[in-house]
């Protein structure tokens, strides 16, 4: 059960009040899990990929595990979570934010993950990332349409310049316009 405290609407703070069946600890340390498993998967399938090729997403993998680690410690109770918590940032009675966000706002949010996946799976990074930069300012950050446009041409001028001729680093262009093209 949550009780919403706070002098003004713009000071209202969330606070978890104790029940005897509160099972919000135990379904939080999903999400970590998840996490630690999916780092684990890049790290171990990384290991097929050449030298090089495997670093970043060795690196990755691994940092990310670290953080669900942490994450999944500083959700339980004892004192190693409550040192966590203290120590780390905050925890479910310090949130970060001051509002519960809506179910169907996360739900979306988490959705922009595989579909970014997709797309660049199908199409390709550099037709996949001005897409996503110009669709996510519009429709989350309400930006005017001008300047979710400018902001996906220059990420994305940026990106290419970066791997494509400073790092003379091929982006992958996708199964529809790859090398190994399905068309």
């Given at each position: 059960?949550l009780?919403?405290?706070?002098?003004d609407?713009?000071?209202v703070?969330m606070s978890?009040?104790?029940?005897?069946?509160?099972?919000?600890?135990?379904?939080?340390i999903?999400?970590?899990?998840?996490?630690?498993?999916?780092a684990?998967?890049?790290?171990?399938?990384?290991?097929?990929y050449?030298?090089t090729?495997?670093?970043?997403?060795?690196?990755i993998g691994?940092i990310?595990f670290?953080?669900?680690?942490?994450?999944?410690v500083?959700?339980l109770?004892?004192?190693?979570?409550?040192v966590?918590?203290?120590?780390?940032?905050?925890?479910?009675?310090?949130?970060?934010?001051?509002?519960?966000?809506?179910?169907?706002?996360?739900?979306?949010?988490?959705?922009?993950?595989?579909?970014?996946?997709?797309?660049?799976?199908?199409?390709?990074?550099?037709i996949?990332?001005?897409?996503?930069?110009?669709?996510?300012?519009?429709?989350?950050?309400?930006?005017?349409?001008?300047?979710?446009?400018?902001?996906?041409?220059?990420?994305?001028?940026?990106?290419?310049?970066?791997?494509?001729?400073?790092?003379?680093?091929?982006?992958?262009?996708?199964m529809?316009?790859?090398?190994?093209?399905?068309?």
């Open positions: 059960m009780i919403v405290t706070g002098a609407p713009y000071t703070r978890a009040a104790k029940t005897d069946n509160d099972s919000r600890t135990a379904s939080s999903v999400v970590p899990i998840v996490l630690a498993v999916l684990g998967l890049a790290v171990y399938f990384a290991r097929g050449g030298a090729a495997s670093r970043l997403p060795t690196l691994s990310v670290v953080l669900a680690l942490l994450d999944f500083s959700r109770p004892g004192a190693p979570g409550r966590l918590r203290l120590t780390l940032g905050a925890g479910f009675q310090e949130r970060e934010l001051d509002f519960e966000p809506r179910r169907r706002t996360e739900i979306m949010q988490l959705a922009w993950v595989p579909a970014v996946i997709v797309a660049i799976i199908v199409v390709g990074i550099l996949t990332l001005p897409v996503f930069v110009f669709l996510y300012s519009w429709l989350n950050g309400r930006w005017p349409a001008w300047l979710c446009a400018l902001t996906a041409v220059v990420v994305t001028a940026l990106v290419g310049i970066v791997f494509e001729v400073v790092l003379d680093y091929e982006l992958y262009r996708g529809l316009f790859g090398d190994e093209a399905y068309l």
